[in-house]
């Protein structure tokens, strides 16, 4: 989907309320948002009014990305433990229970909550984390699914992020990151994200520049 570079007050009201769609489809209440955030549910609800109202809050970009980011983690959790039960429930069970899982990890340390029967959600969680994946283990290694190569862009630029984390203060990785790609700070976290409706896809010359301020950093 298209996504303005510079998102207008409009446009971040409507993606706000997308987020919110999908927070309640994984049944994550209005009363865990507001405690996540830290706001008191009139708050939220002011953040999703028109701007053209004069009840109209603008939600500030990092809460906005942590509602976001809290939906779509959610998202993907639901999906494995709904594939779990409808295993239990078909009566499946032994090796063929389930897809392919794919555990990350760090060293022999296995991430709570990380085992994932999608392949690039998995990968998302290690480039974030600066993890591995381990696993499946199959006879035939050959039949593995392999990352197409726009999901493998996405994962360099993920990977640079992360490095980027490492390099430099928390309040400049967002100034960077809007100043390569040319989006702002609403939707700039958007970029190389798995899941599809929010996703804003990288381009390879801003992993180039991205990788190249990072050895200026270092």
Known sequence: MYVEKTMTTAAVVEHYREVNILLTEVGYSTRRRA????????????????????QHRLIPSADLDKLRATGIDTFWHSMTVFMSKWSVAEGVDGPRALPLAYDVVERDHIYADSRHF???????LADETGGMISGPRVIDR?????????????????????????????????????????????????????????????????????????????
């Open 142 to 218: 050959n039949l593995l699914p392999k990352l197409t190569g726009r999901a493998q862009l996405r994962s360099r630029w993920r990977r640079a992020v992360f490095v980027l984390r490492k390099t430099v203060k928390p309040d400049e990785i967002k100034p960077i990151l809007t100043e390569i790609s040319g989006y702002c700070e609403y939707s700039v976290m958007r970029i190389g994200i798995e899941y599809v409706p929010f996703r804003i896809p990288p381009q390879e010359a801003w992993i180039a520049a991205l990788e190249e301020r990072i050895a200026q950093c270092a």
């Open 118 to 124: 999608f392949l690039p959600r998995a990968t998302e």
């Open 35 to 54: 405690s996540l955030l830290g706001k008191s549910a009139q708050t939220l609800k002011q953040y999703s009014v028109s701007p053209e109202s004069a």
